[in-house]
């Protein structure tokens, strides 16, 4: 938290003290709305991926693409990311076990970058780097105000 340089008892320190409050007040408040446009984006971007895998065109070719790579029982593997996607993407946005989702999404991604796409070049994998980064902050900080973490766990969790 900030110093607070202001010396003195008189009128004009106490209301530059109830100021500088207020300010670090609104600036609190801020900071715990910062996760919810990273988690709607992010949860939105995610649905929208796994939406065809798991309901729509993709649903029959992915489980293929998931053999390719070498992967044993592609199929089940197959609806489980499709799954995941899909549904926790939507629960990425509602903000519903936020940071255990962010911690999934957040290897998805990092097996996406540096195993699959690294040696391909930047422009390669830069949409799935960016998105490494939200599903990591989101991690850290967690659902923030406006999330079901918050309203059914407590601050601790959100």
Same mark, same amino acid.
């Given at each position: 938290?900030?110093?607070?340089?202001?010396?003195?008892?008189?009128?004009?320190?106490?209301?530059?003290?109830?100021?500088?409050?207020?300010?670090?007040?609104?600036?609190?408040?801020?900071?715990?709305?910062?996760?919810?446009?990273?988690?709607?984006?992010?949860?939105?971007?995610? =649905? *929208?991926?796994?939406?065809?895998?798991?309901?729509? @065109?993709?649903?029959? !070719?992915?489980? &293929?693409?998931?053999? %390719? /790579?070498?992967?044993?029982?592609?199929?089940?593997?197959?609806?489980?990311?499709?799954?995941?996607?899909?549904?926790?993407?939507?629960?990425?946005?509602?903000?519903?076990?936020?940071?255990?989702?962010?911690?999934?999404?957040?290897?998805?991604?990092?097996?996406?970058?540096?195993? =699959? *796409?690294?040696?391909?070049?930047?422009?390669?994998? @830069?949409?799935?780097? !960016?998105?490494? &980064?939200?599903?990591? %902050? /989101?991690?850290?900080?967690?659902?923030?105000?406006?999330?079901?973490?918050?309203?059914?766990?407590?601050?601790?969790?959100?």
């Amino acid at each position: 938290m900030a110093t607070l340089p202001i010396v003195g008892d008189g009128p004009t320190a106490r209301m530059l003290r109830r100021q500088f409050f207020r300010r670090q007040a609104r600036r609190q408040r801020m900071m715990r709305l910062a996760p919810l446009p990273l988690r709607i984006t992010s949860g939105l971007i995610m =649905m *929208k991926h796994g939406q065809p895998k798991l309901f729509g @065109e993709a649903k029959e !070719a992915f489980p &293929g693409t998931v053999a %390719s /790579l070498g992967v044993p029982q592609a199929e089940t593997v197959a609806r489980g990311i499709s799954s995941l996607e899909f549904f926790g993407g939507l629960a990425i946005m509602a903000g519903l076990f936020t940071r255990p989702l962010a911690l999934l999404f957040a290897g998805q991604f990092g097996y996406i970058v540096f195993k =699959m *796409k690294f040696d391909k070049g930047f422009s390669a994998y @830069e949409f799935d780097l !960016a998105l490494l &980064g939200s599903f990591l %902050s /989101l991690l850290l900080t967690g659902g923030g105000a406006g999330s079901l973490d918050r309203v059914l766990f407590g601050r601790w969790r959100a």
